[in-house]
């Protein structure tokens, strides 16, 4: 929520620290270098310490960016942009924590039940910070608002990990189905672990595929309400964006989010249990069961959000009514990736690994 929060207030953002595109675009760029450099060595230190701790860590340090991001003056835009830096560091620490905690309470099927509800935060978090953000802007006059508030979320969380979730051994699920315990796995250095990875053919095919994905992705989050503000200043001879009122661009960024939320759960949903039924051998997929269906599910939703984004794009300075439809199958097909995505390289190493390769997974996409 925190990271689209900003992408639904851009416009805003841009006029209070005098921005062009390049400087705005800045901001992400910034996210994601310190996201990316600090992504392998979470994944050192999850792999040899307590997770828990080290995903509270992150949690403090990225609500706290966005808080403190709220009250910078608009000549200092170069510590704004250390905020986003921070924001990418806690969000790295966090992200390569959880699924694997989460792989080590759960297998087969559990397992990815388990992925598919804790990729529901993608979509939903992004579809409320988009409504958030431009609400809070419009009711209380103020962008700065959007991230002042979001933080107590981030602060209610912050608690419950302290007080609910445990810190799980390593490789515990798999122990307890008769697999060899990670505690018995002899312990590797750094560097040995990167080799392992590299050798490891379907983890380095999905971690290509997926960079390609969140390239994407990444660049439709961000510029994706803005895109639709030009757009609309655009079929209404408008001169830029600032001649559209803020109910106007709240009602867009709502509208947006309401599409990245529906779209992305159905994704979701969809994608895990796709997957699930092809490698079972349910229903239709009775005749044609088989192990890599985690592969092709991940390789049609690349392929379907390819087709359905270009034609959004095509359709939005002709048909408005026509690009929301393909921008929610984009983001519908783009989801059915995420939770198969990460099932398909947790099992592909071993135990002592996950972190590790988790966090290269980010660094690289």
């Known amino acids: 929520m925190d990271r689209s929060t900003l992408a639904g207030v851009l416009t805003d953002v841009q006029r209070y620290f005098d921005l062009d595109d390049a400087k705005t675009g800045l901001l992400q760029t910034i996210f994601v270098i310190f996201n990316m450099l600090s992504a392998l060595l979470s994944g050192f230190l999850g792999d040899r310490y307590n997770r828990k701790w080290l995903m509270i860590f992150g949690i403090i340090l990225w609500i706290s960016a966005v808080f403190a991001s709220s009250f910078i003056p608009s000549d200092l835009y170069c510590l704004f942009l250390s905020c986003r830096g921070a924001l990418g560091l806690g969000v790295a620490c966090y992200f390569t924590v959880a699924p694997s905690i989460i792989a080590d309470m759960f297998v087969a099927n559990g397992r990815g039940r388990a992925l598919m509800f804790f990729y529901f935060a993608g979509p939903l978090g992004s579809g409320f910070g988009y409504m958030f953000g431009s609400y809070a802007n419009s009711l209380l006059n103020g962008w700065q608002w959007a991230l ?218």
């Open 148 to 365: 002042r508030l979001t933080p107590v979320f981030g602060t209610i969380c912050v608690v419950l990990v302290i007080l609910i979730i445990r810190e799980p051994e390593r490789g515990e699920a798999e122990t307890a189905t008769g697999a060899t315990a990670a505690n018995r796995i002899e312990a590797t250095s750094y560097w040995s672990d990167i080799v392992a990875l590299l050798q490891t053919r379907t983890y380095v095919s999905a971690t290509i595929a997926f960079t390609a994905v969140i390239f994407s992705m990444m660049s439709l989050s961000w510029w994706g309400p803005m895109s639709v503000c030009l757009a609309f200043a655009m079929n209404n001879k408008l001169n830029s964006t600032d001649d559209i009122n803020k109910q106007t661009q709240a009602q867009i960024n709502f509208l947006f989010g309401l599409i990245t939320m529906i779209g992305g759960l159905t994704g979701v949903i969809t994608g895990s249990l796709w997957a699930q039924m092809w490698s079972s051998g349910k229903c239709c997929f009775r005749w044609v069961r088989t192990k890599r269906s985690n592969a092709i599910v991940c390789a049609s939703g690349s392929f379907m959000g390819t087709f359905f984004l270009f034609f959004g794009l095509q359709f939005m300075e002709r048909n408005m009514s026509v690009a929301w439809v393909f921008i929610f199958l984009t983001i519908t097909a783009v989801f059915l990736i995420y939770p198969v995505n990460v099932e398909l390289y947790l099992v592909s190493f071993t135990s002592l690994l996950k972190f590790t390769g988790i966090a290269a997974n980010i660094q690289s996409s």
